[in-house]
């Protein structure tokens, strides 16, 4: 005979009804740029040479914040913080390096950019060809390029498992719209115990859309509604 129902078992049958609790390690990263955008992507690309995105290791999903001003409502009720503006703060991810340094060499590309620079190559094989590697000339023509040839729209899914794979099911797409690294965090190298070298990025971008995914088991992901922030 079963026994009575209890409370625990009535929050698992609820949770299992949805796919389970969700896990920090599901996500994936996804840059998309515009026709606009010209410099060198020969380390990301849309095909089977995409490898930048599987290399990212942490992602956040952006906060939502507004600033307020304060208004007197009645004498003695205090005061009312009412919103005025959306505020979007920065965001950083984290990208393991393979041992050809793509992170590294496509974001310090992409920044690199912005001010119309391109990646110098390396003059020979090996470490006597390395230390011929000139820099770029300090008296070069350098151009502030504008925002629409150097932003991309940042897609970060937050995966789920399902029947069909650990990640088979994207729960929500945020989407940061004119995302472009502005800074590039300083990259330790050390002797003793091997780590694997990790680049941090962090990025600004103009505003966010979240985008909700189906919430049943099936591996579509399916827009029901957006809200923008």
């Known amino acids: 005979m079963a026994g009575p129902v209890t409370q625990i078992d009535q929050f698992m049958k609820k949770i299992g009804n949805k796919g389970g609790m969700s896990l920090t390690t599901g996500f994936d990263v996804y840059f ?31 906060n939502v914040q507004s600033a307020t001003a304060g208004m007197n409502r009645y004498l003695g009720e205090g005061t009312v913080q009412y919103p005025h503006t959306r505020i979007h703060t920065d965001v950083s991810m984290g990208f393991l390096c393979d041992a050809q340094m793509t992170p ?34 300090f ?8 925002m629409d040839e150097y932003v991309s729209t940042c897609k970060i899914m937050k995966t789920e498992p399902n029947n069909v794979s650990s990640n088979g099911r994207v729960s929500t797409v ?33 505003r966010h859309t979240v985008a909700h995914g189906n919430p049943g088991n ?6 029901g509604s957006f809200f923008d922030f």
């Open 32 to 62: 998309q740029f515009g026709d606009n955008v010209s410099f060198d992507r020969r380390f990301y690309s849309n095909g089977d040479d995409d490898i930048v995105h599987m290399l990212c290791d942490e992602a956040q999903l952006p």
């Open 174 to 206: 945020v989407m940061l719209e004119n995302c472009y690294p502005y800074s590039l965090d300083a990259v330790p190298l050390q002797y003793g115990a091997s780590q694997i070298t990790r680049v941090n990025v962090n990025f600004y971008y103009s």
């Open 139 to 146: 008296n070069r023509e350098n151009r502030l390029k504008y």
């Open 218 to 223: 099936d591996q579509n992901f399916n827009i």
């Open 104 to 137: 590294f060499k496509f974001f310090s590309n992409w920044y690199g950019s912005i001010y119309g620079d391109e990646m110098p190559s390396v003059s020979g094989a090996g470490i006597e060809g390395a230390r011929g590697t000139q820099p770029l000339p």
